[in-house]
């Protein structure tokens, strides 16, 4: 087993003493290792969150590649820790390392962190500390990492500031090379660490906090934040002004755990200029600037083969704005239906959501609907500019019902500023009415309203409104929970304490450090992880460091207060988010400017940077970009492409022509894979190698593979098997071959037949599994034979079972077949299965033969060797 940089044994040490020993593995396909010797920069690209939050992080992933295609250059990844590995590596005294080299965080060049979400920000210091990096940047020498942070909390990212070298304010994508290369030279001779900062102001889009000071006023308030670098007064963010031509991974790593967005994540479009004014992501990723559908599809063409992924996600703010969108889903379900592959799209504007788009999603999976309403009111909706009117909203609900889902998932917001009980109770009226529409198509219909309480955020028109305390939203979830209380209706709501804490933080300033690392100190950690937020803890932070967290939350501002962001993304205009806030006041609706007219928020330049929209032309014409203030509006010829799709289009799936068992290993660190993990690795090997594996009908397909009984975590295999249906022949060993060059270290195909008689499943068929076992332990003294033959020869065998909070007794002597000590802490074990009830684990056996404790043979080594089924 290897763990590169960690001795074997530590490594295994590790994986055996954490719940997701997944997290931790690396080596998925498409991650990338380079020869050390060959590398003169390394990069540790750090996402603060568990493995699973982050892996389909789009902008990590594009970083990531942008870097390791310079050969000096080796750009690794680094998550955060969970609390049981954190502790495993503080127990055996190892630095926090990286996915692909396992090296030590310290050991890195830069560090660059991405910073989507203020929740994560204990994380960031936990990293940093397990790291073994200083986390406060004034403490960082000449030989340290530098510390970078990007990412949609860049655009305030006071409270952990001090604790970065740089900052990247918008798009790193432009940016990141050239200040890698920076760091290198910066690396590789005298220069100081103050002189590489001064150099890297000179980039549009860098921020370096320790060149600005900020003074409080009495009561808390900003009184001025204070440059000390002269001509370095305020950062304007980074713009990538042509998406079509930035860099884009064809190659994903494609993870070997389930992770949140187990897909291909494609973006369509970067920026939206529609103006909802509680939306931050619209304010700082403008201007709207498509890619063409032609390189969308090169995007999807390449990584659907490269990662053997079934489903596409086009990525977007307001992904039904994308212009091209409906000849473009035409065109990828044309393409990829025959291969089952899904296409979906994230939650939609109502109002774009034609049934043209509904039919295109439903061609091969019914991937739920999420819709997005915001508020309950169309008053409401015009005060945040939402503007959809109820009439639209419900025309989507009865197009989305009517092509046979079952379930909307609806996303509303309380504590709007000037929200009324009659946009509130507006929210419960909308779900009922579109429980009715649903009811009237199917008598299962169901309405899940996700409620979250608004968090006012930097650079939007309401960023100088309060937030409503803990106690105002709880009274208003418990209205809307009463009036939801019916069948068919389920209510969520997002976490109280998280909005609250995400408030403080969203708007925070620079002495809000200390109380991230007295929470952190108190055990604060994965605070937007329902099961770990410890609220008392942080109330304990905020009083021992002597602020006010309500400060930050529940205060008006008034329109001169010197905000602690005022000195970053400096083209967004002030004045025109606090006439945008008056605007709000009097129900003003602002136009769509990439449609409308331009309402001057300071963002373009209308040289490079401007709304860049694409028009889908017909026939052998190329989408073209429209550069210009506005966008191109739908032409007929462009509408008359937009057909959905006809009703022969409907998949059918080919038959079986060939069934074939095939044989292969588990082994190393693959042996942490959990069964599902491993199940969809294998889905993901045979789309890749192109077998012609064939799919179950129905709205759900999935592939006719199936495996051979789950072996427990950690236990090694030479005898795994998977029964595969195809629908076009393949001879077996040309399978192997294929299969084998893309498949992962440690999992091999070994054997593969045809099976020519009518088989039961394996699951079915399976009689005997073999063990070879490799005892070790503390607790090892010779006398292993005598516990083997005290064993055999006990009639009973009885153990205490541990699943889930379940224990109970056991006898596991009816499923040893046979046990032999066949050299000195070596052993030959064969257990029945399927033959009675139950099955057991080989760990349970150790554990009968060792009644003291695991000390005896915590340290073995299981392996399965081969596996026995009924005679076909
Ligand atoms: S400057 Fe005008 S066109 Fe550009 S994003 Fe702002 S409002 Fe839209």
């Known amino acids: 087993m290897s763990g590169a940089g960690l001795s074997p044994q530590i490594w295994k040490s590790l994986l055996q003493e954490v719940e997701k020993p997944g997290r931790y593995l690396g080596n998925e396909v498409n991650s990338v290792t380079k020869d050390p010797a060959q590398v003169r920069l390394r990069v540790a690209l750090v996402f603060p969150d568990a493995y699973e939050m982050g892996e389909s992080h789009v902008g990590l ?8 295609r310079d050969p000096e250059i080796w750009a ?20 926090l ?53 990007g990412g949609s909390c860049a655009f305030n990212p006071e409270p952990i500031a001090e604790f970065f070298d740089a900052v990247v304010v918008g798009d790193g994508e432009e940016l990141i090379h050239s200040l890698a290369r920076q760091i290198l030279a910066y690396k590789e001779s005298a220069q100081t660490r103050e002189a590489l900062l001064k150099e890297m102001t000179r980039s549009r889009g860098v921020y370096v906090p320790s060149f600005f000071e900020v003074d409080y006023k009495e009561d808390g308030s900003v009184r001025k934040i204070r440059p000390l670098l002269e001509g370095y007064a305020g950062v304007a963010k980074a713009t990538v002004t042509n998406l079509d031509q930035a860099a884009y991974p064809r190659a994903p790593i494609v993870p070997n755990i389930n992770v949140i967005h187990d897909r291909i994540g494609v973006e369509v479009q970067r920026g939206c200029v529609r103006g909802c004014r509680f939306c931050q992501a619209g304010y700082i990723y403008r201007p709207e600037r498509q890619r063409s559908p032609d390189t969308v599809k090169d995007i999807v063409a390449k990584s659907l083969a490269s990662t053997g992924q079934e489903e596409v996600s086009l990525l977007s703010l307001s992904v039904g704005d994308y212009d091209c969108l409906n000849p473009l889903l035409n065109d990828l379900f044309d393409t990829y239906e025959k291969d089952r592959v899904s296409i979906s799209l994230p939650a939609t504007r109502t109002e774009t959501l034609t049934p043209e788009v509904i039919q295109q999603v439903k061609r091969v999976r019914k991937s739920g609907f999420t819709m997005a309403p915001e508020a309950g009111t169309p008053r409401m909706r015009r005060l945040i500019n939402k503007g959809n009117a109820r009439e639209d909203l419900m025309r989507a609900v009865d197009n989305v019902f009517r092509e046979g889902w079952r379930l909307i998932k609806f996303y509303y917001m309380c504590g709007l500023p000037m929200e009324t009980e009659a946009d509130l109770m507006g929210i419960a009226e909308e779900a009922l009415q579109a429980l009715a529409i649903g009811r009237r198509y199917t008598r299962g219909a169901e309405i899940h309203v996700g409620c979250s309480s608004f968090v006012p955020k930097p650079f939007t028109p309401f960023q100088w409104e ?48 200390r109380t991230l690392v007295r929470a952190h100190e108190l055990g604060c950690r ?24 309500d400060f930050y939350v529940t205060r008006r501002r008034e329109r001169d207060e010197v905000l602690p962001w005022d000195h970053l993304f400096v083209d967004m205009k002030k004045s025109f988010l606090w006439e945008e806030l008056e ?26 940077v401007l709304n860049v929209n694409y028009r889908y032309l017909p026939e052998t014409e190329k989408a073209q970009a429209h550069s210009t203030r506005g966008r191109v509006l739908k032409t007929e010829a462009e509408q008359s492409l937009a057909h959905p799709p006809a009703e022969n289009q409907k998949y059918q799936a080919p038959p079986t022509v060939q069934r074939i068992r095939a044989r292969f290993t588990k082994l190393g660190e693959a042996a942490f894979l959990s069964h599902l993990d491993l199940a969809t690795l294998l889905h993901r090997a045979l789309k890749r190698a192109k077998i012609p594996v064939g799919y179950s009908q129905g709205f759900n397909p999935a592939m006719r593979v199936s495996l051979s009984p789950p072996q427990p975590v950690g236990v090694e295999s030479e005898a795994e098997f998977m029964d595969l249906e195809l629908t076009a022949f393949v001879p077996p060993e040309e399978l192997l071959r294929r299969v084998n060059e893309v498949l992962p270290a440690g999992i091999a195909l070994t054997e593969a037949r045809t099976l020519t008689t009518k088989v039961r499943s394996l699951n079915a068929a399976m009689r005997e599994q073999v063990y070879a076992i490799d005892v070790r332990g503390d607790g090892i003294s010779g006398d292993l034979p005598d516990r083997v033959t005290h064993l055999k020869n006990s009639p009973e065998v009885r153990i205490e079972r541990r699943r889930a909070k379940e224990q109970k007794s056991v006898d596991i002597r009816p499923y040893i077949k046979d046990i032999e000590v066949v050299a000195p802490n070596q052993l030959h074990l064969v257990t029945r299965f399927g033959q009675t009830s139950g099955s057991i684990r080989p760990s349970e056996v150790l554990q009968a033969l060792f009644p003291e404790g695991t000390g005896g043979w915590s340290a073995s080594r299981i392996r399965k060797v081969d596996a026995h089924f009924e005679v076909e």
């Open 466 to 513: 309060p937030q409503l305390s803990m106690a105002e939203v709880e009274a208003k979830h418990a209205q809307l929970r009463l009036a939801l209380r019916m069948p068919g209706i389920k209510f969520k709501t997002h976490g109280l304490t998280m909005s609250y804490l995400e408030g403080v933080f969203s708007r925070g300033d620079r002495r809000l450090a």
């Open 526 to 549: 994965f605070d937007e992880w329902d099961e770990k937020l410890d609220f008392a803890a942080w109330q304990r932070a905020f009083a021992e460091t002597g602020l006010d967290p």
């Open 76 to 95: 690794e990844r680094v998550y955060a820790p969970w609390t049981d590995m954190e502790a495993a590596l503080e127990r055996h005294r190892v630095p």
């Open 97 to 149: 390392f990286s996915l692909e080299s396992k090296r030590p965080l310290k050991d890195f060049d830069l560090i660059g962190i991405t910073l989507p979400y203020e929740l994560v920000y204990t994380n960031i210091i936990t990293i940093l500390k397990s790291g073994g990096v200083p986390l406060w940047q004034k403490d960082r020498v000449k030989g340290d990492p530098v510390v970078i942070g």
């Open 583 to 608: 605007a709000s006041h009097d129900l003003a609706f602002i136009e769509d400017c990439s449609t409308g007219k331009c309402s001057d928020c300071g963002v373009c330049d209308f040289r490079k």
């Open 61 to 68: 992933k594009i970083l990531y590649d942008i870097l390791n």
